[in-house]
Structure formats: structure tokens, C-alpha cells
């Protein structure tokens, strides 16, 4: 399951998050502060991606989903990741339903394993192969 883990709020009070920009690989340290009317402030940024990065992670953070998914005896794990980001709102409920699903062997990479995850419109896909049991 994926971990929140960088993100770290500055001074929750104000209003204001610092984070890393995960758009590409320069990672650039973000300050996001809200100002009056709901907007936001961002610096930080080396480029105009990190602000619509700042945009989506204040106002609806987006996760993908790495998790594994056992198969139907149940001796075999099947590596899992989503096929987009999900609400990190809902990554929990996510969760709990690829716990509840059994694949079936074969598995190859890239099958779909869990569709529409949680109404959510992801799929969750193997990230690989399972030809047999062990
Ligand atoms: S702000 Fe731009 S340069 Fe910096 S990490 Fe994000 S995408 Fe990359």
C-alpha cells in the first residue's frame, strides 16, 4: 500500500504544506500556502507543471495503488498496481476490496485483476506474471 509519507505540513494553522513535486525526477520542494478566497500560493517550482501538481495535491490527492492481490488456493501472491491514480480519500476502501479478490491463474502482466476498483473507474493490473502456482 502506498505511504503518505511525503508530505509534511509546515504550519497547519496557516494554511500552509510543503511537499515534493513528484512530476519529474528533479523533485522540486514545493511551499503551498492558502491565501484568502480559497486560492493557493506555490513556490518553489522550477516549472508551471509543479503549481498544477500543488493545485491537484491540496485540493484532491491522487495516489497510485500498489498492493498485492492472492490468488485463488491462496499460496501465491499477484503484484497489483492501478492503472491511474486514485483518490487518496478512498485508497483505504481501495484496498480492502483487492484484499477480497482471488485471481485466477494464469496471470500475465498487465491483466486486469480488479475493474472500476470501488466505483473509481481504475483498474487494478498485474505488474507480473503468475503462470503457476508455487
Ligand atoms: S516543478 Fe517542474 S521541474 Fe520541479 S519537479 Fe515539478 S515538474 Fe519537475
Known amino acids: 500500500m502506498m505511504e503518505d509519507n511525503h508530505v ?4 497547519p494553522d496557516m494554511g500552509s504544506r510543503s511537499f515534493y513535486c513528484t512530476v519529474c525526477p528533479v523533485g522540486c520542494r514545493l511551499s503551498v500556502r492558502k491565501t ?9 517550482n522550477e516549472c508551471p ?4 501538481y500543488a493545485e491537484r495535491e491540496v485540493r484532491n490527492p491522487e495516489r ?4 498485492t492481490v492472492r490468488t485463488e488456493s491462496s499460496n ?16 483505504r476502501e481501495c484496498v480492502l ?9 494464469p496471470v500475465h502482466i498487465g491483466d ?5 476498483i470501488h466505483g473509481t473507474g481504475v483498474s487494478l493490473v498485474a505488474s507480473a506474471d503468475l503462470l503457476r502456482e508455487d
Open 8 to 11: 509534511s505540513k509546515t504550519s
Open 36 to 44: 484568502e478566497g480559497d486560492e493557493i500560493d506555490v513556490s518553489g
Open 49 to 52: 507543471r509543479g503549481i498544477d
Open 64 to 67: 497510485i495503488l500498489t498492493t
Open 76 to 91: 501465491s501472491l499477484v503484484p497489483v498496481r492501478s492503472d491511474k491514480p486514485v483518490p487518496l480519500k478512498l485508497l
Open 97 to 105: 476490496e483487492a484484499n477480497s479478490v482471488r485471481a485466477r491463474i
Open 112 to 116: 486486469v485483476i480488479v475493474g472500476n
